[in-house]
């Protein structure tokens, strides 16, 4: 990778800090996340070590826009392993909740804020839902809760 | 034993034989469930703002502590987010000021409330106990042998967790599922991923994901696949006709395979909505 320094963001990198902690400063670049990682198996171009430094070095364009922040599948392992303590998921939450502020929001996530938005819950309790609840002998729940409606906008 | 039961979005609206079978196994097993006005846990909101995921967290453990009354999640992934934004909120007073903040829509404050929170498996395993499950075994299911798949979210983050237990070498579901009698079969790729989270942005990954552990599987000749998380369940049981061109394998909740040995009914356990059917599965052990 070239480094360009006209790349480094420093705004970015202190609103990383801000928002999520300095453990991210004490990556040094071992790669067991991506040698643990269950998403490269099957998508080589996703590379959490990768994305930890470009972050780390304030490429905020290159990595806020990048496909790849969104294909973390959140499966923990690498937090676990890391030797540094970093919570490399939490990183990529980070990341990605940046590029929603920047604008970048991938379809999919869009539609699951709405539907939280408008509807209080990702999958309705319809009319049928609940009669195959009764039928079941399953209580009521409450179809949709406004708590959830408030806090998701 | 008494507890607020947390359903989640997807187990009440898309799950209901895990709903079904945990209720059914916790009245068999004098567990009382209170059912109180929680709503989404904050999961899928995290990518967007954790902290709006996080405010939702807090209400919710709001409410439970309201009640005095511990928390029962059946998704590993509620669990591990009510759970985490405890632990996050009573170490980093700059993300509390911010949920705080959101909170004040609601014209409430979350100020540390922190009822425990277990994952039915816990209940089952630590409070229950695996001894007391074992005497209570009306119909052993000798003879069974059955994968088991602990998914992610039930014990990682470990530190958040508090460590109850080995993050990568888990033991409770394995111990739980020989309390029944049936035999947990060791296997290559048992603490793999389903790839669940990854659905709505990439049908194809996650597919894919799931599709290692299922093909493995074909080849290993068990009985079923014992799972614990509904969107495990999605990706292992809906998403399997889709994946496997032949050979079926079929996959219940352990809630299901323990109500089975406590000598319930079939119908009481919701196995009549288990994608993939369990008709052998249940010649074999009724």
């Known amino acids: 990778m070239i480094v360009d320094v006209e790349e480094i963001d420093s705004r970015f990198l202190r609103r990383l800090k801000s928002e999520f902690d300095e453990s991210y400063l004490s990556c040094f670049q071992c790669g067991v996340c991506s040698a643990s990682c269950p998403v490269i198996e099957i998508e080589g171009r996703f590379n959490p070590r990768r994305l930890v430094k470009m972050a780390r070095l304030g490429f905020k364009d290159r990595v806020l826009s990048s496909e790849y922040i969104w294909l973390c599948s959140m499966c923990l392992l690498c937090e676990e392993r890391c030797p540094q303590g970093v919570r490399i998921p939490e990183v990529m939450t980070a990341l990605r909740n940046l590029a929603v502020e920047e604008g970048y929001i991938p379809e999919p996530m869009r539609r699951i804020q709405r539907l939280l938005v408008e509807s209080g819950r990702l999958y309705p309790i319809d009319d049928f839902t609940a009669e195959e609840r009764a039928e079941r002998g399953l209580p009521e729940v409450e179809a949709e809760p406004e708590f959830v409606k408030r806090l998701a906008g | ?286």
């Not at chain 2, 903040?101 to 540390?112: A, I, N, P, S, T």
């Not at chain 2, 106990?129 to 074992?134: F, Q």
């Not at chain 2, 299922?214 to 998380?229: E, F």
């Open chain 2, 1 to 286: 034993m008494r507890y607020a039961l947390f359903l989640g979005c997807t187990v009440p609206a898309r799950q209901m034989n895990y709903e079904q079978s945990a209720r059914a196994v916790a009245e068999a097993l004098d567990i009382e469930f209170v059912d109180l006005p929680f709503g989404c846990c904050g999961f899928p909101l995290e990518p967007i703002s954790r902290v709006k995921a996080f405010a939702m967290a807090a209400h919710n453990l709001m409410r439970a502590s309201e009640e005095h009354l511990d928390v029962v999640t059946l998704c590993s992934a509620c669990a591990e987010t009510l759970v985490k934004t405890q632990w996050l909120l009573s170490r980093e007073e700059a993300l509390l000021r911010r949920v705080n903040r959101e909170l004040k829509k609601l014209g409430v404050e979350y100020e540390g409330e922190a009822p425990r929170v277990l994952h039915i498996l816990r209940v089952l395993h630590d409070e229950v106990g695996v001894e007391n499950i074992r005497r209570r075994i009306e119909r052993p299911l000798r003879g069974l042998r059955v994968a088991v798949h602990y998914g992610c979210h039930y014990m990682r983050p470990s530190e958040a967790y508090g460590g109850f237990e080995d993050p990568e070498r888990p033991r409770s579901l394995d111990e739980l599922v020989e309390a029944t009698g049936a035999e947990s079969v060791d296997y290559p790729g048992k603490m793999d991923c389903c790839g669940g989270a990854l659905l709505a942005m990439s049908e194809d990954v996650a597919r894919e994901m799931a599709a290692k552990k299922l093909r493995r599987l074909s080849a290993l000749d068990v009985d079923a696949l014992i799972l614990i998380c509904p969107f495990c369940a999605i990706m292992y049981d809906r998403y399997q006709s889709l994946i496997l061109k032949e050979g079926r394998i079929p996959v219940l909740y352990y809630t299901q395979l323990l109500g089975l040995a406590l000598g319930l009914e079939p119908d009481a356990l919701g196995l009549d909505l288990n994608a993939v059917s369990v008709e052998d599965l249940l010649a074999k052990v009724m």
